[in-house]
């Protein structure tokens, strides 16, 4: 399995920006596919993004793609996920989850996902 470190939450008025980070470690950590998820307080976790094991595809839950965007940089072992515009709406606890795989898409089942990360908190003020 490969470990995963998340950092870049926080607190920012609406319309703001954060951009979170997730630090891989473990040997080859660059073969797993990567998503980012979030959970509001009393919903479940929901799907935000995905990207395959090289980057060059991307998948975005419906009405987020064109305000976040996810990357990474298999040479320093990270996935990025830049949040513009953010809304009140937004405000949940963001977690990274990598899937020993090509790709992870919307339709990935959750179970497939074998490591977790502890997860940060955005909050969005009005």
């Known amino acids: 399995q490969v470990q995963l470190v998340e950092s870049g939450g926080g607190l920012v008025q609406a319309g703001g920006s954060l951009r979170l980070s997730c630090a891989a470690s473990?040997?080859?950590?660059?073969?797993?596919?990567m998503g980012w998820f979030r959970q509001a307080p009393g919903k479940e976790r929901k799907f935000v993004a995905g990207?395959?094991?090289?980057?060059?595809?991307?998948y975005y839950a419906d009405g987020l793609k064109g305000r976040f965007t996810i990357s990474r940089d298999n040479a320093k072992n990270t996935v990025y996920l830049q949040m513009n515009s953010l809304e009140p709406e937004d405000t949940a606890a963001y977690f990274c989850?990598?899937?020993?795989?090509?790709?992870?898409?919307?339709?990935?089942?959750?179970?497939?996902?074998?490591?977790w990360g502890q997860g940060t908190q955005v909050t969005v003020s009005s």
């Open positions: 989850a990598a899937k020993n795989g090509l790709v992870v898409t919307r339709t990935t089942p959750i179970y497939e996902y074998e490591s």
């Open positions: 473990g040997r080859t950590s660059s073969s797993y596919a």
């Open positions: 990207i395959s094991r090289s980057g060059a595809n991307t």
